[in-house]
């Protein structure tokens, strides 16, 4: 890996040098106007993370793709031509990828449009006969599916991976080029042990898997369980996503059937960050139409030390669950909008949990409840995990909503937490203004320049 001298650039250092002296003169807030200096002199694909913006601010710092030689600043808008700007994985090159339009992944080489049956072709899978062999009637609940047709399941699920998933090496920028509606449809961005990756203004949607597993021990009812997450951080580290807008339109949960009387699901994941990824800035994104939004940690024992993220001045509407649900890590979640009301079918169940042994700081933050909506139901916990933090808001109103979790749940949420956070430019301490600031400042198609 490059040190971090030469991954930032000399005209990078130089607009943050300037950006903090104008803050200390001003005393402006340093994120807000190392960003507004940043997109005076860099474009939008050079930019980097600002100076203490949140946990990917840590240490060296994020910058993505900015180092790029002319020979790796690409601009894409098919998935061949993104598949091979990316290159190998292992590749820490820097590079820059600009997305213009949208790109579907459901696409082969030359263009085509890609079926769930083209990937089933010849694997001899089909979804009655999947049905027919695991029904829990006659297979029983006690195992997981084997034989013939999850042989046939697994297999037409990896004809799919190996088109829709892509795979980010590190120091690489993917940003979506103003003005075209840039995004891609259908994908996993897919950021797996590597450092230093910038991902904004895309537009990820509609990311299904063809091929949900059954799974019968899966709760007390089983569960249909599918496998990509729009993006998803696997032992990642010093990752800025910023400006992104995530949705399930055009397929909504609300269309998917129901099989052995569970829902059908074909989404995981909007913005997963597991594995043992760390110094995450989660950042002004939209996540919207969508079930189990965003994971810190994939289970109770996923890594202690790691899963530092940092989610502040998103937009969160028509979210089931998972907004995010954390685990472990030390997590500051500052100045973003909750709208809980129920939205195109996706109620919500609860916004932000804190489980195994999670260090959430949430300040600052805004609620829309609606109407018969109960405070209570906001968070969620296993008894473990902490939330910190003040200054939050319900409709507008201060509240303190772990009081209001733990006075109706025996399972209580800690109320306090080992650190501090530090790296909080651009914290904004009300959050009185949420609501209408990032109608219009968060999600993808905002950037312009
Ligand atoms: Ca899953
Ligand atoms: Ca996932």
Not at 385 to 401: E, F, I, M, Y
């Amino acid at each position: 890996m490059a040190s971090p001298s030469h991954r930032r650039s000399l005209r990078t250092r130089r607009t943050v040098l300037v950006s903090t002296a104008a803050v200390a003169a001003a005393g402006l807030g340093a994120a807000v106007f190392a960003m507004n200096a940043n997109a005076g002199a860099v474009d939008l694909a050079h930019q980097v993370l600002p100076a203490k913006d949140g946990w990917a601010a840590s240490g060296t710092g994020t910058t993505g793709g900015a180092q790029a030689d002319s020979a790796h600043v690409f601009t894409v808008s098919t998935r061949a031509q993104l598949v091979k700007a990316l290159g190998s994985a292992t590749n820490s090159t820097a590079k820059i990828i600009q997305i213009k339009g949208t790109i579907d992944a459901n696409t082969n080489d030359a263009g085509k449009k890609l079926t769930c049956a083209d990937y089933a072709a010849g694997t001899g899978y089909s979804l009655a006969a999947y049905l027919k062999a695991y029904d829990p009637a006659t297979y029983g609940r006690s195992k997981l599916p084997s034989g013939t047709q999850e042989k046939a399941r697994a297999a037409a699920q990896a004809a799919q991976a190996k088109n829709i998933v892509f795979k980010v090496p590190a120091n690489t920028t993917l940003v979506g080029v103003p003005g075209t509606h840039a995004g891609i449809t259908g994908g996993s961005l897919q950021a797996k042990s590597v450092d230093n990756v910038i991902i904004r203004n895309l537009t990820f949607s509609a990311t299904e898997d063809c091929f949900p597993q059954w799974d019968p021990t899966d709760g007390s009812t089983g569960n249909w369980n599918s496998a990509y997450d729009s993006v998803t951080l696997r032992g990642a580290t010093h990752v800025w996503a910023d400006h992104n807008t995530f949705t399930d339109a055009p397929h909504l949960d609300s269309a998917n059937p129901k099989y052995y009387g569970r829902e059908y699901q074909i989404h995981d994941g909007a913005l997963d960050i597991t594995n043992g990824s760390d110094l995450v800035t989660v950042e002004r994104n939209q996540f919207t139409n969508h079930d189990k939004t965003m994971l810190i940690g994939s289970s109770d024992t996923d890594s202690v030390g790691k899963l530092r993220v940092s989610i502040h001045h998103n937009v969160w509407k028509g979210i089931v669950q998972r907004a995010p649900l954390a685990r472990i890590g030390q997590i500051h979640i500052y100045n973003n909008y909750f709208d809980t009301t129920t939205l195109n079918g996706y109620a919500p169940l609860y916004t932000v949990n804190s489980r195994a042994k999670a260090q959430v700081v949430a300040e600052f933050n805004a609620w829309k409840l609606p109407s018969g909506g109960k405070t209570a139901k906001l968070l969620s916990g296993d008894g473990t995990g902490s939330v910190a933090g003040t200054g939050n808001l319900v409709n507008g109103t201060a509240t303190d909503l772990v009081a209001a979790y733990n006075a109706a749940n025996s399972k209580k949420l800690k109320t306090t937490v080992n650190w501090k956070p530090a790296l909080t430019s651009g914290l904004q301490t009300t959050a009185k203004n949420l609501a209408t600031e990032l109608a219009g400042t968060a999600g993808a198609g905002v950037l312009t320049k």
